[in-house]
Each structure stands twice: as C-alpha cells, then as structure tokens.
C-alpha cells in the first residue's frame, strides 16, 4: 500500500485554497471597481444636471417666454459638462433635452405656466455605463446572465431663485433722479436712460462708466464687461475715462464682431436687435410694449428674442441695405460680422445666453452702491463713440423683475440669482 506523506495533501489543499481566494477577492475588486465607475460617473451626471437647473432658474421672470428660454438655458448648460468619464458626448448614450426639465409652482405642483413657474428641475437617466470586470466575472464563469454588462445612474437637482448677498453687474453707475427713493428712485419702468461717455459726466437721472472695483482704470472697465461678480451694498465704485476696446467686449452682447470674434467663443444674447430712435421712436418701453410710429418689422424685444433676431433682423449684413446700421442709424466701423438669426441653426439660438439685460449699481452722491437697477441693453455702441441708451425694467430685487444674476446667494435684498435647493 502507498502512502502519502501529510506535507504533500496539504500542499494540493493550498493551491484550491489559494485559487478560490484569488476568485473571492477579484470578485471583491471588481464590485469596487465597477461601483466606484458607477459613482463617477453619477457625479459628473449631477454635476450636469446642477448645471442645468441653475441655468434654467435663471430664466424664471414670469415673463411669457421663460419656460422656453429656461428649457433652452438648462439644455445648454447641462450638456456643456462631461459625463461617464469625462466624454464630451456622454458616450454617446444621450444628453439632455427638453422633456428633462419640468417646472414648478411656489408650492411645489407641476406648472407649464410661465407666470407661476418658481422652480425647475432637471432630471436624467444616464443608461448603458459598461461595468467592466463584472462582465469579465461573466465570462470567465461561463454564467453571463448572472454578471449584468452593463448599469444606469440617475440625478436629479431643484434650482429657484433668492436674493443675493453679492452680485455680477456691468461697470456702469446709474444716478437716481432729484429727490427720487426706492425702489425705482424716480425712474418710470420702460423709460429710456442716457448712458453719458464722457468721464464723470453722468448727473441724476443718467447712467456713467464705473469700476466695480473701485479703480479709474480704462482697461479694467473693459475686462469687468466680461462677468465680474462681487459687487456689494456699500461699495465704492470708479470714475475711469472709456477707451474704444469696450466697444468690442459690449457689442459682443448683440452678436456684432469684428474679423476674429464669433458666438461660439463670445457669447451674445438670445437677440441683437436694437433700439435707436430710428426704428423705435416712442424711445419707450422696447422691452415688450407697442411701437407706435415704428415701421410693422420693430417688434419689442421679447418678440424679436423669441425669433433669434439679428441685429439686422433676419439678415447678417453689418451695413448697406437691411443691415443693422440701416435698421438703427448708428456707425458701426471695423465691425464686420453679425450672428446668424433664426430657429433652426443660427447663432443667437445656438450659443445665446441672457446678456442684455443686465443689472447695474445704483449710487449715492460719494459713488457708494446703495441699490441695484434692472436695465435693458437697448443698442450697441458706435464708432466713433457716442451717448447711448438703456432701458429701466425696475429694481433688480423685485420678484417680477426679469434681472438676474450669477452673484451669490443670501442676501436679504438685491438681485435674484439662482440657487439650488434639492
């Protein structure tokens, strides 16, 4: 009779010992591995939709147009992040579209009216994320039923609107009238208000050049055109000379450029059309009044912005014949190219973003901050530079204002930003 020696037996029992612990602990790996894919992967999809929220938040001004200028805003912020390992097509198993963001009434019902919305909300299904070693668990059981290939992640955000502590105006101080108060300091909501060039020269009533930060620097007036946030109740704002290169950086907004500017990389608004007394003579109430005297293609702003107007109208000519220079009057030198118009492609629809109207500082006799204004951006600026024109809409805090702003929230008054509350 043979007999094994013990050492021998043990050994084989190692080896299937060792081999079920390695399949334990690649099992182990792999539900980490693929879980933690999963969890990335949800948080860049709720990043997304965070985005998406804010953005479509944004728009809520009760105005007629919101709902769709909110979808509109909560698409194209959302799908500028990147999802399932930072692929800019979400690997191309969809992004978000329309049917994705709904909206809410101030005691949380679903509402598709405009008037009543207070809150949107973006919601997504990210499908089809492959789980890599479950599936290699699959095929090396010889079970693939068991292991599934693929998952699906889910986010979802809720953005309103509140008051902001700090905000994001353009550098530009307005005046209140003699002896006007808040909220609106002696201004008529729809009444034009002169933007004043020269340095300083702005008196009550009127609109002047002012750093947010304080500075009389030409250049900073220029750079703060572009988004500068943190103004606050208090501030003391600066009287800088303009140099000619605001000009580019405002014109922008109403989709104008020069040889190497383009939508895609400088923003404009949902429309250029503007307002001179040439094509809006009763030089009141452009932002959604009647255009008594005006010729039947002026239509107010809100009714341009629904079309993705040009500063031309339907047109892309800077000058000449049904340009925007004949449309307005104004000299528009060196300026060469307008964002396309329309619904289907056109630039304004596909890169626009609410830039027109705007929220300015409202300022004492010492230059200090003491309100905020809503205003809308009535013309372009012409070459070479003259007084132009803005729109008063009312103060920025009042919940019908349309004025928003991307400052920060937690203020008491002031402007109201989008803020996420789910």
């Known amino acids: 009779m043979q007999v094994h020696p013990p050492g021998r037996r043990q050994r084989g029992a190692m080896i299937i010992t060792a081999a079920l612990v390695v399949l334990f602990l690649l099992g182990f790996m792999g539900i980490a591995l693929d879980f933690g894919h999963l969890f990335v992967v949800r948080t860049e999809l709720q990043t997304a939709v965070d985005s998406c929220a804010l953005g479509a938040a944004r728009e809520l001004d009760k105005q007629g147009t919101a709902i769709a200028r909110a979808q509109s805003a909560g698409q194209t912020a959302g799908n500028a992040n990147r999802v399932n390992m930072q692929s800019a097509t979400w690997s191309g198993q969809g992004q978000l579209v329309f049917a994705d963001i709904t909206f809410r009434d101030a005691s949380y019902a679903p509402t598709t009216d405009p008037a009543a919305a207070a809150y949107a909300q973006c919601v997504h299904t990210q499908p089809n994320i492959v789980i890599w070693l479950m599936k290699a668990m699959g095929a090396f059981s010889g079970n693939a039923a068991a292991y599934p290939a693929t998952g699906s992640v889910a986010a979802t955000a809720v953005a309103t609107r509140a008051s902001a502590q700090t905000t994001c105006p353009i550098p530009v101080g307005m005046k209140p009238k003699n002896g006007g108060v808040a909220p609106n300091y002696g201004f008529a909501v729809g009444e034009w208000v002169k933007l004043i060039q020269a340095q300083s020269g702005a008196s009550g009533g009127e609109i002047g050049w002012a750093n947010l930060d304080g500075s009389n620097s030409a250049s900073e007036t220029e750079s703060e055109m572009n988004n500068h ?15 000619t290169s605001i000009v580019d950086v405002w014109n922008q907004r109403f989709g104008i450029y020069k040889n190497t500017g383009g939508p895609s990389t400088q923003r404009p608004d949902y429309t250029g059309y503007a307002y001179t007394a040439l094509n809006w003579p009763a030089k009141f109430n452009a932002y959604d009044g009647p255009a008594p005297g005006s010729p039947a293609s002026a239509q107010n702003f809100l009714a341009k912005r629904a079309a993705f107007a040009s500063c031309a109208d339907t047109g892309t000519k800077v000058n000449g014949a049904n340009s925007c220079e004949a449309i307005t009057g104004l000299s528009l030198n060196s300026f060469q190219k307008l964002a396309a118009p329309g619904n289907v492609a056109g630039g304004h629809k596909q890169y626009g973003l609410d830039r027109r109207i705007v ?8 230059g200090r901050v003491i309100d905020y204004a809503c205003l809308l951006m009535l013309q372009p600026l012409s070459i070479p530079m003259t007084d132009t024109w803005l729109e008063f809409r009312g103060n920025a805090g009042d919940p019908l204002s349309p004025c928003t702003t991307s400052g920060l929230a937690g203020g008491a008054a002031g402007p109201l930003v989008p803020v996420l509350v789910r």
Do not use: M, R, S
């Not at 501030?235 to 800088?240: I, N």
């Open 229 to 243: 946030c943190g103004t606050k109740v208090g501030d003391t704002l600066g009287t800088p000379g303009v140099q």
């Open 359 to 366: 929220t300015a500082p409202i300022l004492d006799g010492a």
